[in-house]
């Protein structure tokens, strides 16, 4: 099992900018791709991004797309750096690990708020 701790989130004006950080720790060699995905309240969860545990091979959603940067550094964590807020990005959001071909492991998620 691998365990995921989201930090990072907060309030910010739209036009902000937030860098989330998932921590990963555990059986971390049976990674294969880190996801984020957010949720808002009413709303069913969505991806946003992606990135193979090497660092390679980001995916993005389509509206994020021009304004988040996946990232992973050289030990055990992934970033969502995310530029230009907007109110609809106001969600949870939660890393997710991807091993055996699912993402089967999430963290507990981090709020992101953007006031307009």
């Known amino acids: 099992q691998v365990q995921l701790v989201e930090s990072g989130g907060g309030l910010v004006q739209a036009g902000g900018s937030l860098r989330l950080s998932c921590v990963a720790s555990?059986?971390?060699?049976?990674?294969?791709?880190v996801g984020w995905f957010r949720q808002a309240p009413g709303k069913e969860r969505e991806f946003v991004a992606s990135i193979n545990w090497s660092g390679g091979f980001a995916k993005y959603a389509d509206s994020v797309k021009d304004r988040v940067t996946i990232s992973r550094d050289g030990a055990n964590t992934v970033y969502l750096q995310m530029n230009s807020l907007k109110p609809e990005d106001t969600a949870v959001y939660s890393c997710?690990?991807?091993?055996?071909?699912?993402?089967?492991?999430w963290g507990q998620g981090t709020q992101v708020t953007v006031s307009s």
């Open positions: 555990g059986l971390i060699f049976y990674i294969n791709r």
């Open positions: 997710a690990a991807k091993y055996r071909g699912e993402y089967n492991d």
